[in-house]
C-alpha cells in the first residue's frame, strides 16, 4: 500500500525568506511523486514530478524538490517567497502493481507575510 | 490548446436526486480521472476512465459511478444524493492512465451543494 503524509498543515513565512513543505511517502515500490498547487477558487496546478530520473527536480516559479529515498521524503523548496506564492500545495504519490492509485496528501496551507 | 472543462460550474440538489456531471479532457488526453474535494476529507480519488474502460476505482459506495465515451469525455453521475456529497468535485485528464510519469491536468472543478 502506499501512502502520502504532509508534514504541516499550515506554513507562514516572510516574503523573501525560504519556503520549505515537508512530505513524507510510504510505497513498496518506486513511485512517482508530484507536488501541486491550488490557489483559491482555482484548479490544481502541477508544479514539479519526479519519475525516477535526477533526484534533484525544478519545477516552476522557482520551486524545487528533493527525493530522498533513504528518508522517504519529497520535501518542496523555494528560496524566496512571493506573495504570489500563497497557496495550498499537494504532495501526491503515484503509480504501482494491481491497479495504479494517485493519492493526494492532505495539503498544506502556505501563508506569506509582507 | 484548450484546457479541461467542466459543466456545469455549480449545481445546488436536494438529497435524494441524482445528478451527472461532465468533463472534457485535453484534446488528445485518454485517460480520465475524478476526485472529490471536501474540507474535511481533503482530495479523494473517485475512479479514473482510459479508452472507455475504467481502470481504476477509489473507495466509494456505488452510488458514485462515471463513464467514458469514445471521444474520451467523462460523466460521472451521483445518484440518491446524501448531505455528505456537497464537495467540488475535480476531473483531471492526462495521456495515459495509471498516473505514474504522466502529469493530470485539472479542470476548475464543479461545486456541488446538497441541500
Known amino acids: 500500500a502506499q501512502s502520502v503524509t504532509q508534514l504541516d498543515s499550515h506554513v507562514s513565512v516572510s516574503e523573501g525568506t525560504p519556503v520549505l513543505l515537508r512530505c513524507n511517502y510510504s510505497?513498496?515500490?518506486?513511485?512517482?511523486l508530484f507536488w501541486y498547487v491550488q490557489h483559491p477558487n482555482k484548479g490544481l496546478q502541477l508544479l514539479l514530478k519526479?519519475?525516477?530520473?535526477?533526484?534533484l527536480v525544478k519545477g516552476i516559479n522557482g520551486f524545487e524538490a528533493e527525493f530522498k529515498k533513504s528518508e522517504t521524503s519529497f520535501h518542496l523548496t523555494k528560496p524566496s517567497a512571493h506573495m504570489s506564492d500563497a497557496a495550498e500545495y499537494f504532495c501526491?504519490?503515484?503509480?504501482?502493481?494491481?491497479?495504479?492509485?494517485?493519492?493526494f496528501g492532505a495539503g498544506t496551507r502556505l501563508f506569506v507575510k509582507a | 490548446k484548450a484546457g479541461v472543462t467542466q459543466t456545469p460550474r455549480y449545481l445546488i440538489k436536494t438529497r435524494g436526486q441524482q445528478v451527472t456531471l461532465s468533463c472534457s479532457p485535453i484534446?488528445?488526453?485518454?485517460?480520465v480521472s475524478w476526485y472529490q474535494q471536501t474540507p474535511g476529507q481533503g482530495l479523494q480519488f473517485l475512479f479514473e476512465?482510459?479508452?472507455?474502460?475504467?481502470?481504476n476505482k477509489g473507495n466509494f459506495p456505488g452510488r458514485f459511478s462515471g463513464r467514458q465515451f469514445s471521444n474520451s469525455r467523462s460523466e460521472m453521475n451521483v445518484s440518491t444524493l446524501e448531505l455528505g456529497d456537497s464537495a467540488l468535485y475535480l476531473c483531471?485528464?492526462?495521456?495515459?492512465?495509471?498516473?505514474?510519469?504522466?502529469?493530470?491536468?485539472f479542470g476548475p472543478g464543479t461545486r456541488l451543494t446538497v441541500t
Open positions: 510505497s513498496s515500490y518506486s513511485p512517482s
Open positions: 519526479y519519475t525516477s530520473a535526477a533526484t
Open positions: 476512465y482510459f479508452s472507455e474502460t475504467q481502470r
Open positions: 484534446s488528445g488526453h485518454r485517460s
Open positions: 501526491v504519490v503515484s503509480g504501482g502493481t494491481g491497479g495504479f492509485k494517485t493519492i
Open positions: 483531471a485528464s492526462s495521456l495515459a492512465f495509471g498516473g505514474a510519469a504522466y502529469e493530470q491536468y
